[in-house]
């Protein structure tokens, strides 16, 4: 079935550095989803892109909608103690024509040192 | 505005015995979806509900079976739990049965099979 590898798995970094992660797919996808999960919470949405070659910001947070549509790439500027959590990539799975589910990506797991 | 609502928020059940876990939409919300997510692991689709009716189901056994009542609401039944069955439960809503701008994510219900 499809699956979303993302990576790295996980990032240790120091509070005001900028962070890059990706996610990858043998799949197209139509759209693609950021989410990011704090600790005993469920994920929440940060950024939706739709669109091939799409650049979308967030406050601090840039994703992009790679050309091929087999991937993504999430940016976070100037990282602060918050931004500490698990970013998940995700793409609804398109099925008879569909989308009615998610494929979510394993993860990265992001800490900011202080 | 109450987001999506998930009860209980943990839960330990003895293995081969049968647990149901609830959800309430966030409001303006018609259709809900189940996800697990197994430690270390991103969400995985286990079912999804519309009009009080699965219309999407996931790479789950029949063990698992769900119900959305008039008002929206739903519910997750699993009936002889395994040790395997131990994850954090999301409920997940939207608007109409296809994807567009991603889910509202619940903060889950913690189950842990003993």
């Known amino acids: 079935g499809q699956q979303l590898n993302q990576s790295p798995q996980s990032m240790f970094i120091q509070e005001g550095e900028d962070v890059s992660m990706n996610c990858t797919s043998s799949?197209?996808?139509?759209?693609w989803l950021w989410y990011k999960q704090d600790p005993g919470e469920g994920p929440v949405l940060l950024i939706a892109?739709?669109?091939?070659?799409e650049l979308t910001s967030n406050g601090r947070l840039t994703a992009q909608f790679g050309i091929t549509r087999k991937d993504s790439f999430l940016n976070i500027s100037a990282s602060i103690p918050s931004d500490v959590g698990i970013y998940f990539c995700?793409?609804?799975?398109?099925?008879?024509?569909?989308?009615?589910?998610?494929?979510f990506g394993s993860g990265t797991q992001l800490t900011v040192l202080p | 505005d109450a987001g999506v609502t998930q009860s209980p928020t943990h839960l330990i059940k003895t293995r081969g015995q049968q647990v149901t876990l609830r959800c309430s939409p966030k409001?303006?919300?018609?259709?809900v979806s189940w996800y697990q997510q197994a430690l270390g692991q991103g969400p995985q689709f286990i079912f999804q509900?519309?009009?009080?009716?699965?219309?999407q189901r996931g790479n789950f056994p029949d063990r698992f079976s769900g119900h959305q009542f008039p008002n929206y609401s739903s519910e997750l039944n699993v009936n002889a739990l395994l040790l395997g069955d131990s994850a954090l439960y999301l409920c997940?809503?939207?608007?109409?049965?296809?994807?567009?701008?991603?889910?509202?994510f619940g903060s889950g219900t913690r189950l842990t099979v003993v």
């Open positions: 997940a809503s939207s608007l109409g049965d296809i994807i567009s701008y991603g889910y509202t």
């Open positions: 799949s197209i996808f139509n759209t």
């Open positions: 892109l739709y669109k091939a070659g």
């Open positions: 995700a793409g609804p799975l398109i099925s008879s024509g569909s989308a009615r589910q998610l494929t």
């Open positions: 409001s303006g919300h018609d259709t």
């Open positions: 509900y519309y009009e009080e009716e699965e219309r």
